[in-house]
């Protein structure tokens, strides 16, 4: 649950995507207010979404593509015909869930903005963003360049 938080990154990809297809802001509001539990509350709803997570197997071409798919909803059934639905038509086939876990790791991305103060005087902030992403589990630890910063700064992305 987000609960109408903006700085999420999956609202953030949310939005992004809805101002892509020039969907109204309104409805954009509209929908990250129906998202939040004060709102579901208030409808007397309760948190009775479920997360749901679908395996699927795409064809494209002379290549077969292995995806996950999540999704939140209130309606399983409804969800679940809608993602079948989805598949088939894109010349896939859903398969028994966790059937694909060996193909996937799930890893998160983290932005960290260096600021003049961060540093402390005897390291420099690489080494010392290197050292507790280390610590921490990370896998690689990568610098933006310019062209993929200006590219976030588009997107809304931070």
Known sequence: DCNGDQS??????????AKAVQLPKDRIEEAIEKGTVAYRNKKGEGDDLVNLRFDAMMR?????????ITALSDNRNRTTQHVRHLVSKAGGELLPTDNLNYLFEQVGVILVEQQDDAAAPDQDFE???????????????????????QSDNESGAT
Do not use: F, P, W
């Open 127 to 149: 080494e010392l963003l290197m050292e507790c992403a280390l610590e921490a589990g990370a896998i690689n630890v990568e610098e933006l360049s310019d062209e993929e910063e």
């Open 8 to 17: 999420n990154l999956r609202v953030q990809a949310a939005i992004a995507h």
């Open 60 to 68: 494209l071409e002379t290549a077969q593509v292995a995806c996950i």
